[in-house]
């Protein structure tokens, strides 16, 4: 069964940071993309980052790029997100998410359970 | 970026209706395009991939339709489980972006 679950979120100032982390078993996880997608409070999903399974060509949405770096350890199956300089606009919940396909694209066919980020003083 | 624009924002219906949502997108898209059921407090489920493709699991209930830049979730019965919220995507460009999403009330 395919699990991924996330951790390292929390309460945050302004232009503080925070590692996220999503655990994920049940697959082969060097074999497939994965990706962040946020969801502020009553808003809807937004796609923020992802990285293939090698480790390479990790990509942004504009509004994290140069403050939040993807990155993935395939020895220990987990994927990281972290986030610099964070502001208010970032509070969220966030989710990872595996590729549902080994293509270059792909839909995402299971989530994590979400984890909260907020920012505030 | 690519937009991508669901109709209607709000859907009000009752059980054993058919609904369909709309999903447009800003550019052609070919069959890159998936949707997602989303009900509160938890995290987004996979329905539809490739426009028309039924996840394994999703009741048959369920369908999708179109290419290029026009697009439609259907539900041919709704069932009490069925309201929920329900986001389009695309992901024909690396720069993935969702709809705004389709919330379905119970009228």
């Known amino acids: 069964e395919v699990q991924l679950v996330e951790s390292g979120g929390g309460l945050v100032q302004p232009g503080g940071s925070l590692r996220l982390s999503c655990d994920a078993s049940?697959?082969?996880?060097?074999?497939?993309?994965m990706s962040w997608v946020r969801q502020a409070p009553g808003k809807g999903l937004e796609w923020v980052s992802s990285?293939?399974?090698?480790?390479?060509?990790?990509y942004y949405t504009d509004s994290v790029k140069g403050r939040f770096t993807i990155s993935r350890d395939n020895s220990k199956n987990t994927l990281y997100l972290q986030m610099n300089s964070l502001r208010a606009e970032d509070t969220a919940i966030y989710y990872c998410?595996?590729?549902?396909?080994?293509?270059?694209?792909?839909?995402?066919?299971?989530w994590g359970q979400g984890i909260l980020v907020t920012v505030s003083s | 970026d690519i937009q991508m624009t669901q109709s209607p924002s709000t859907l009000s219906a009752s059980v054993g209706d058919r609904v369909t949502i709309t999903c447009r997108a800003s550019?052609?898209?070919?069959?890159?395009l998936a949707w997602y059921q989303q009900k509160p407090g938890k995290a987004p489920k996979l329905l539809i991939y490739?426009?028309?493709s039924l996840e394994s699991g999703v009741p048959s209930r369920f369908s999708g339709s179109g290419s290029g830049t026009e697009f439609t979730l259907t539900i041919s019965s709704l069932q009490p489980d069925d309201f929920a919220t329900y986001y389009c995507?695309?992901?024909?460009?690396?720069?993935?972006?969702f709809g705004q999403g389709t919330k379905l009330e119970i009228k």
């Open positions: 990285i293939s399974g090698s480790g390479q060509s990790p």
């Open positions: 550019q052609a898209i070919g069959s890159w």
């Open positions: 995507q695309q992901y024909h460009f690396y720069r993935y972006t």
């Open positions: 998410a595996k590729w549902s396909k080994t293509t270059i694209l792909s839909d995402f066919d299971y």
């Open positions: 490739e426009a028309s």
């Open positions: 049940g697959f082969t996880f060097r074999t497939y993309a």
